[in-house]
């Protein structure tokens, strides 16, 4: 069975959720994308021990440092799931795709910016 979700989502495969940093979070904010959601292992199921954990407290850093400039924790959250959670998978797409069409576009988003005529 194919689940169906947002055609506009981009996943981003990666060996553990812990191996996320501040720097990759931001920068895919800075190159344009509205939202970013890391799904990482459930709790205590971590192949990598504790990579979960460390996923989990980067997330939750970068939203503070989000929500300190004025652009949105919001607009990032973390989930735990396992591999065997398709339908929760595109349940938490869903729920972040809703989340981010009522913030709206990336401010720092320069082609919605162009699209929209005002600079």
């Given amino acids: 069975m194919r689940l169906q ?3 506009n989502v981009r996943i981003v495969e990666m060996p553990c959720s812990g191996t996320i940093d ?3 979070l931001l920068q895919t904010f800075e190159d344009g994308a509205d939202g970013v959601f890391v799904a990482g292992c459930m709790e205590g199921d971590c192949h990598f021990l504790k990579g979960n954990f460390r996923a989990k407290k980067r ?3 970068v939203k503070k440092i989000l ?3 004025g652009f949105g924790g919001d607009r ?3 989930f735990n799931l396992s591999a065997a959670q398709g339908q929760r998978f595109a349940e938490i ?4 795709t809703d989340r981010v069409m009522e913030l709206g576009p990336n401010p720092l988003n ?3 910016k162009k699209e929209g005529g005002a600079a």
């Fill in 5 to 7: 979700y947002a055609p």
């Fill in 22 to 24: 501040h720097r990759v």
């Fill in 59 to 61: 997330v939750h850093q």
């Fill in 67 to 69: 929500d300190e400039i």
């Fill in 76 to 78: 990032l959250d973390f």
């Fill in 93 to 96: 797409v869903k729920i972040m």
């Fill in 110 to 112: 320069k082609s919605a």
